[in-house]
């Protein structure tokens, strides 16, 4: 499973967004199931990764498994229940 946050250096939210989702899975023990990667949207490899999944606010947080989308969230950092269900 794979977390994916597409965001910019200079964001306080979506630095916001990294922190709360980094601690959470390390809280929940998953830091072997789930690997979470930041993209900055400043780089053409973030640009890039973005376009491919349609990301195009910042910050905008996906929860992906098996290749497929499972949650999203735009311009908001993802509520821990939330996630954690997502995460399910």
């Not at 597409?6 to 967004?17: P, Q």
């Not at 929940?28 to 930041?38: A, H, Q, R, S």
């Not at 929860?63 to 399910?88: F, G, Q, T, Y």
Request: charged share 35%; hydrophobic share 40%; net charge negative.
């Amino acid at each position: 499973m794979e977390i994916k946050i597409f965001g910019k250096n200079d964001c306080s939210l979506c630095k916001t967004a990294k922190k709360k989702i980094d601690f959470f899975i390390d809280e929940w023990g998953m830091k072997d199931e789930v690997n979470v990667v930041f993209y900055d949207m400043d780089s053409v490899d973030g640009l890039t990764e973005g376009m491919v999944l349609d990301a195009t606010e910042v910050p905008t947080t996906i929860v992906m498994k098996d290749n497929n989308e499972v949650a999203r969230w735009v311009k908001e950092v993802p509520e821990s229940e939330e996630l954690k269900s997502s995460l399910s």
